[in-house]
């Protein structure tokens, strides 16, 4: 049985998807991208809104009762491969021990044009 996770702590989705999924105690997070949910912004740089994401991600990963340390599985999705170090510095901070798996990609687009989109798995 599949259960919906939601908060406002994070965008809310902008399609006909959820935030997330947790089924059999493993919870799958539709890709964040850097919407602020209090104000609907999207900061301009690489950085900032890697860093959006990742409390994005945070928040929803807090509602479902998990931790960045439950993460096994991300894919990055970047605007551009020229982002990649920033990301990566940014991403890395959240999982300075024991990161998950990881796929990155460059896209020829992303919603509302953002510089990067990341979804996660975790599990308990």
Request: glycine share 6%; net charge negative; with cysteine.
């Amino acid at each position: 049985m599949k259960k919906i996770i939601h908060t406002e702590n994070a965008p809310k989705a902008i399609g006909p998807y959820s935030q997330a999924i947790e089924a059999n105690g493993m919870l799958f997070i539709s890709g964040q991208i850097p919407v602020n949910p209090e104000n609907g912004q999207i900061p301009e740089t690489i950085e900032a809104q890697t860093e959006q994401v990742m409390k994005n991600i945070g928040a929803i990963l807090n509602e479902a009762g998990y931790g960045f340390e439950h993460v096994v599985k991300s894919t990055c999705l970047l605007s551009d491969m020229v982002n990649f170090k920033a990301m990566n510095e940014i991403y890395g901070k959240y999982y300075a021990v024991n990161p998950p798996a990881r796929a990155a990609f460059a896209v020829k687009t992303l919603p509302l044009n953002v510089l990067v989109e990341i979804e996660t798995i975790a599990v308990k």
